[in-house]
C-alpha cells in the first residue's frame, strides 16, 4: 500500500445557475482532481475546489503545489502512515484544499485498499444525512421559488441563505419571504461571507428576530476582533465561525476568544485527518457543529458525506450537500441523488464513487 504517484488533473464544468454571494461568485467549477496511485494498482481520488477570495488557491496554484511539493514529500510512504503524510504538508502553510484532497484521496485509497467504507473506518455512525441547500443572491420571488422546487422535487426542507448584500434589508426581505411562503416547517439560517459589518449584522439580525433562524455564519470580517466579540455577546442566534475557523488552532482562537458560538466542518479544506481534529475539539467543549459546503462537485459532496454521516455529532444537523445540483454535469460514473431531504453515504470501499474517465477527458483542462 505504498503511494508510488500523486496527480492532480484541472477540470471545468459549468453551472446551469451560477451562486452569487458577499465574497465572489461562481459560474463554473474549476476545480481539480487530485489522484493517488499505490503499488498495489489502486486509486483513490479526491477533489480541490479552489476560492481565491477565501483560501487565495487557485486552480493553477493547486496543480503546482500537489505535483511539485506534496507528491514528492510523499511518495514511497505507506497509506498508513497518514500522520506522517499530514505532517510532511504541513510543512507548507496555506494550501487548505490542495492539502485536503490529497488527504482524502489516500483515505479513499486506504478504504479501497482494506475493502472498507471511508466512513465505516472513521466512525460508521449512520449512513445517511440529511441535506440543507445554499441559496445565492437572487430575488426574494426567485429564491423562494428555488427552495420549493428543491422541496416538491429532493424533499430538502433545510436551507443557508446568503446575506451580506447592503442594504441589509434586501436580505432581511428574502429571508422574510422564505418564512411567508416556506412555513415554519422549515429550517432556515443565514450565511454573510464576511459582508456586513459587526453593526450592520447586529441591526440585521435584530430585523429577523422573530424568524427562527438555525445560526448566523461568518457575516463579518474575522480581522474585526472586537466588533465579532462585540456581535456575538448580543446576538440571540448562535454565531457559526466558517472562514474564520478553518483548523484546530483557529478554531480554539474563535471560541476561547468569544468570536463564534458553532463551527462549520468542511472537508474540501481540511480533509479527513484535519475535519477529525476539529470535530473532536468542538465535541470536547461542547460546540454544534455543521458540515459547510465549499461549492463541491458531487465527489467533494461524497467526501462530505463520508465524514457527516461517520460521526453523530456531525450528523445531527442538516449537511450543505446539494449544490452540485447546479452543475450542469459531472465526473462520476454514478450520479449522487438527494431523495426525501437525505442523501446516503456511497456504498463500497473507499468513498464508494468512481470517475467516469470518458468524462474526466471531456472536463480536463491540461490538454
Same mark, same amino acid.
Given at each position: 500500500m505504498k503511494i508510488t504517484r500523486v496527480e492532480a488533473v484541472p477540470f471545468s464544468i459549468p453551472y446551469v445557475k451560477p451562486l452569487h454571494f458577499a465574497s465572489g461568485e461562481v459560474s /463554473?467549477?474549476?476545480? $481539480?482532481?487530485?489522484? $493517488?496511485?499505490? &503499488?498495489?494498482?489502486?486509486?483513490?481520488?479526491?477533489?480541490?475546489?479552489?476560492?481565491?477570495?477565501?483560501?487565495?488557491?487557485?486552480? /493553477?496554484?493547486?496543480? /503546482?503545489?500537489?505535483?511539485?511539493?506534496?507528491?514528492?514529500?510523499?511518495?514511497?510512504?505507506?497509506?498508513?502512515?497518514?500522520?506522517?503524510?499530514?505532517?510532511?504538508?504541513?510543512?507548507?502553510?496555506?494550501?487548505?484544499?490542495a492539502k485536503a484532497a490529497v488527504d482524502m484521496a489516500v483515505w479513499d485509497a486506504l478504504g479501497q485498499s482494506l475493502g472498507h467504507n471511508v466512513s465505516d473506518l472513521l466512525g460508521?455512525?449512520?449512513?445517511?444525512?440529511?441535506?440543507?441547500?445554499?441559496?445565492?443572491? &437572487?430575488?426574494?420571488e426567485r429564491m423562494v421559488e428555488e427552495a420549493t422546487r428543491m422541496r416538491e422535487e429532493h424533499g430538502i426542507t433545510t436551507f443557508k441563505v446568503k446575506v451580506g448584500r447592503r442594504p441589509f434589508s434586501l436580505d432581511v426581505d428574502v429571508c422574510r419571504a422564505l418564512r411567508a411562503e416556506m412555513g415554519d416547517d422549515?429550517?432556515?439560517?443565514?450565511?454573510?461571507?464576511?459582508?456586513?459589518?459587526?453593526?450592520?449584522?447586529?441591526?440585521?439580525?435584530?430585523?429577523?428576530?422573530?424568524?427562527?433562524?438555525?445560526?448566523?455564519?461568518?457575516?463579518?470580517?474575522?480581522? &474585526? $476582533?472586537?466588533?465579532?466579540?462585540?456581535?456575538?455577546?448580543?446576538?440571540?442566534?448562535?454565531v457559526v465561525a466558517d472562514e474564520s475557523a478553518t483548523r484546530p488552532g483557529e478554531v480554539t482562537r474563535e471560541l476561547l476568544g468569544g468570536s463564534a458560538d458553532a463551527i462549520s466542518i468542511k472537508t474540501a479544506r481540511s480533509g479527513f485527518t484535519e475535519a477529525r481534529r476539529v470535530l473532536f475539539e468542538c465535541e470536547g467543549l461542547?460546540?454544534?457543529?455543521?458540515?459547510?459546503?465549499?461549492?463541491?462537485?458531487?465527489?467533494?459532496? /461524497?467526501?462530505?458525506?463520508?465524514?457527516?454521516?461517520?460521526?453523530e455529532a456531525t450528523s445531527r444537523r442538516a449537511g450543505e450537500l446539494s449544490n452540485?445540483?447546479?452543475?450542469?454535469?459531472?465526473?462520476?460514473?454514478?450520479?449522487?441523488?438527494?431523495? &426525501?431531504g437525505r442523501l446516503r453515504t456511497p456504498d463500497g470501499p473507499g468513498l464508494g464513487v468512481r470517475v467516469d474517465e470518458d468524462k474526466l477527458t471531456r472536463y480536463r483542462q491540461d490538454g
Amino acid at each position: 500500500m505504498k503511494i508510488t504517484r500523486v496527480e492532480a488533473v484541472p477540470f471545468s464544468i459549468p453551472y446551469v445557475k451560477p451562486l452569487h454571494f458577499a465574497s465572489g461568485e461562481v459560474s /463554473a467549477a474549476e476545480h $481539480v482532481l487530485v489522484r $493517488v496511485h499505490t &503499488d498495489d494498482g489502486v486509486v483513490g481520488a479526491a477533489e480541490a475546489p479552489p476560492r481565491p477570495f477565501t483560501y487565495g488557491e487557485t486552480q /493553477a496554484s493547486i496543480v /503546482a503545489v500537489v505535483t511539485s511539493i506534496f507528491a514528492p514529500a510523499i511518495l514511497g510512504l505507506s497509506l498508513l502512515e497518514r500522520e506522517r503524510i499530514h505532517a510532511r504538508m504541513s510543512r507548507t502553510v496555506g494550501n487548505p484544499t490542495a492539502k485536503a484532497a490529497v488527504d482524502m484521496a489516500v483515505w479513499d485509497a486506504l478504504g479501497q485498499s482494506l475493502g472498507h467504507n471511508v466512513s465505516d473506518l472513521l466512525g460508521g455512525w449512520t449512513d445517511h444525512m440529511r441535506v440543507s441547500h445554499m441559496l445565492g443572491f &437572487d430575488t426574494p420571488e426567485r429564491m423562494v421559488e428555488e427552495a420549493t422546487r428543491m422541496r416538491e422535487e429532493h424533499g430538502i426542507t433545510t436551507f443557508k441563505v446568503k446575506v451580506g448584500r447592503r442594504p441589509f434589508s434586501l436580505d432581511v426581505d428574502v429571508c422574510r419571504a422564505l418564512r411567508a411562503e416556506m412555513g415554519d416547517d422549515v429550517e432556515l439560517y443565514v450565511d454573510g461571507n464576511r459582508g456586513w459589518t459587526a453593526e450592520e449584522s447586529a441591526r440585521a439580525m435584530r430585523a429577523m428576530a422573530d424568524l427562527d433562524l438555525l445560526f448566523a455564519e461568518e457575516l463579518s470580517p474575522a480581522d &474585526d $476582533v472586537l466588533g465579532r466579540r462585540w456581535f456575538v455577546r448580543r446576538s440571540e442566534v448562535p454565531v457559526v465561525a466558517d472562514e474564520s475557523a478553518t483548523r484546530p488552532g483557529e478554531v480554539t482562537r474563535e471560541l476561547l476568544g468569544g468570536s463564534a458560538d458553532a463551527i462549520s466542518i468542511k472537508t474540501a479544506r481540511s480533509g479527513f485527518t484535519e475535519a477529525r481534529r476539529v470535530l473532536f475539539e468542538c465535541e470536547g467543549l461542547g460546540v454544534p457543529v455543521i458540515m459547510g459546503n465549499q461549492i463541491d462537485g458531487q465527489l467533494g459532496s /461524497a467526501c462530505s458525506v463520508v465524514f457527516g454521516s461517520a460521526f453523530e455529532a456531525t450528523s445531527r444537523r442538516a449537511g450543505e450537500l446539494s449544490n452540485f445540483l447546479d452543475m450542469s454535469d459531472d465526473l462520476l460514473t454514478e450520479p449522487l441523488v438527494i431523495a &426525501d431531504g437525505r442523501l446516503r453515504t456511497p456504498d463500497g470501499p473507499g468513498l464508494g464513487v468512481r470517475v467516469d474517465e470518458d468524462k474526466l477527458t471531456r472536463y480536463r483542462q491540461d490538454g
